[in-house]
């Protein structure tokens, strides 16, 4: 069984981490979209919270599961008999970003690949944190997050 991990920290979930995920499930037997700790980035929602509106948005979608990890992603690749780091990448500062990281994950977690999936160009501006200024605000975020979550997250950060 070829496994996946689509690591991220998800505050919320988007649109854009969405396509991404159900394209990592084309490629892989199982995709688990994972929660885990970025020490740069200070969360609104919950780990917890994080992984209820990922399950929420992905049910539809075979073959993923949820789960949540608070130490290195390497490890759990290793304990979990992963074969691929999937990240979606936006533009060229992603790419900088999540290079660094895939060259520390090789030599950490040398069995793992990482894959690099670009971004669907509809969603090359959608990100975490802009859905949550416009709910912070009062705005409305359908167009960005699946509508499953749509409810949650406007009443949660308005
Ligand atoms: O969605 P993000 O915040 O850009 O994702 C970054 C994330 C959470 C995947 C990264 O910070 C991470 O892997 N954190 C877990 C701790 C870890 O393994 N750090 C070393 C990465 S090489």
Redesign the pocket.
């Known amino acids: 069984m070829r496994k996946a991990v689509c690591?991220?920290?998800?505050d919320p979930i988007t649109n854009g981490h969405i396509d991404i995920i159900k394209r990592a499930a084309e490629l892989f037997d199982e995709v688990t979209v994972l929660v885990?700790?970025?020490?740069?980035?200070k969360c609104v929602f919950s780990p917890e919270e994080r992984a209820e509106l990922i399950k929420k948005a992905t049910a539809e979608i075979s073959g993923v599961k949820v789960d949540l990890f608070s130490?290195?992603?390497?490890d759990y690749v290793k304990a979990n008999g992963i074969c691929a780091i999937v990240k979606g990448i936006r533009s060229s500062s992603d790419f900088e970003?999540e290079f660094q990281?895939a060259l520390?994950?090789r030599s950490?977690a040398p069995g793992a690949e990482t894959v690099f999936i670009t971004a669907d160009p509809q969603n090359m501006y959608v990100s975490s944190s802009l859905i949550r200024q416009i709910a912070t605000f009062g705005g409305d975020v359908s167009d960005f997050v699946p509508k499953s979550i749509v409810e949650e997250i406007e009443k949660r950060l308005k």
Request: hydrophobic residues 40%; aromatic residues 10%.
């Open positions: 690591p991220g920290s998800f885990v700790t970025n020490p740069d980035k130490g290195l992603l390497a970003y990281m520390a994950n950490l």
